[in-house]
């Protein structure tokens, strides 16, 4: 069986694990907080990122979520998430990486430093000025997110696809540091609705990271 | 024909320019600047970044180096650039990623903020520390590299490939900024020296950004 190594807060980790539910593909969770920097880990990918993700028994290791998602979708044909002509498949792959790096960089990472790392690694206070900061771009991405949900059904046209799942992942780990003010994005949250009542994403939903608390909403699919 | 939006110093242009070249696709090349946020730019591609790629005739828009090459390695079938099995097409594009956000976050770009953007945008001089330690981080970048090409023929396997052309374009725009020290890296130089020859790379070398002279050895095959 794949074992994934992987931390709760992690959003590429678990852009990987909505891959994975939605493919029907089992996969083993193992805890590796990638700022201990474990010897074994980083000799395994010398990113020392997360997500790993490996196969012992057929000796393969797939480091990183896009080129895990790119795997998933070539070998497991259930939920297509590439998907559509070829102009389709390049704007999904445009707003993966919007939110795999432009989203990651402006707003999650900073509020993962403030909000967790801060607290767990460091022992120190976060610094408003910088969780105020992310939370205003948070907000813009939001309002992005709410103008192409007002022109389509889905994050990147008409079906659901990679760019929904990586969306989500990345939300909800915002959501999960009460950093999400939901307030005039209607579209947003309707969708962001659907997507948490997936069986794909419950399992995320109810898992927590020692010491730090989500808000009360952060599972519910009414919220 | 395809019109590419993009700058000579843009690792990330560099990089599709290639691509389009080893695929044969003909480009139309204009020069955008991203920093000065041309209306008509920032309407396209919302986070404001080269390169663009459009096709007017069939109304094709492609933004983003991954989801342009993708794109190109999935409609035409010569030169291959992701290739052979899973776990090789996995290892492809985890270092594609390696290079396009760990070199360019930790090297590329605060070696272009320094030498480029202060120059020309706003009339600064570069930090010398900054500087000193993206070099010093390239040098293990350049590290990294020899280790691979230890152990392989090229960058992610036996064969050519995407990992290659990325790696390839990252360096040259360091090369550029004369921020490379080839010292000490035979494996790696050998290997540049042959990436260097190809005829997709040589209009790239031939090119030349107002203000900023390359050293001597930029675009010599031999150096």
Redesign the interface.
């Known amino acids: 069986m794949w074992q994934l190594l992987q931390f709760p807060l992690c959003p590429f980790s678990r852009k990987v694990r909505l891959v994975m539910a939605e493919k029907g593909v089992p996969v083993e969770l193992i805890r590796e907080y990638p700022w201990e920097r474990r010897d074994e880990f980083v000799d395994v990918n010398?990113?020392g990122e997360t997500p790993v993700l490996i196969e012992p028994d057929h000796g393969?290791t797939?480091?990183?979520s896009?080129?895990?998602a790119?795997?998933f979708d070539?070998?497991v044909e259930r939920s297509p998430l590439i998907i559509g002509d070829?102009?389709m498949?390049?704007?999904i792959?445009?707003l993966v990486?919007?939110f795999d790096?432009?989203l990651f960089r402006e707003v999650v990472e900073p509020l993962m430093v403030e909000r967790m790392r801060k607290r767990l690694v460091n022992k120190e206070s976060p610094d408003t000025r910088v969780l105020r900061e992310a939370m205003r771009i948070g907000n813009n991405h939001l309002d992005?997110l709410d103008y192409l949900l007002d022109h389509r059904r889905w994050v990147a046209g008409p079906a659901i696809s990679l760019a929904d799942f990586t969306a989500a992942a990345h939300l909800s780990v915002i959501d999960y540091l009460g950093a999400l003010d939901w307030r005039g994005h209607r579209q947003t949250k309707d969708w962001y609705a659907v997507m948490k009542s997936r069986p794909s994403f419950r399992p995320l939903l109810g898992e927590r990271m020692d010491v730090i608390v989500p808000p009360t909403h952060y599972d519910k699919v009414d919220f």
């Open positions: 010398p990113a393969l797939l480091i990183g896009q080129p895990i790119e795997y070539e070998a070829a102009a498949r390049a704007e792959r445009r990486e919007w790096e432009k992005y």
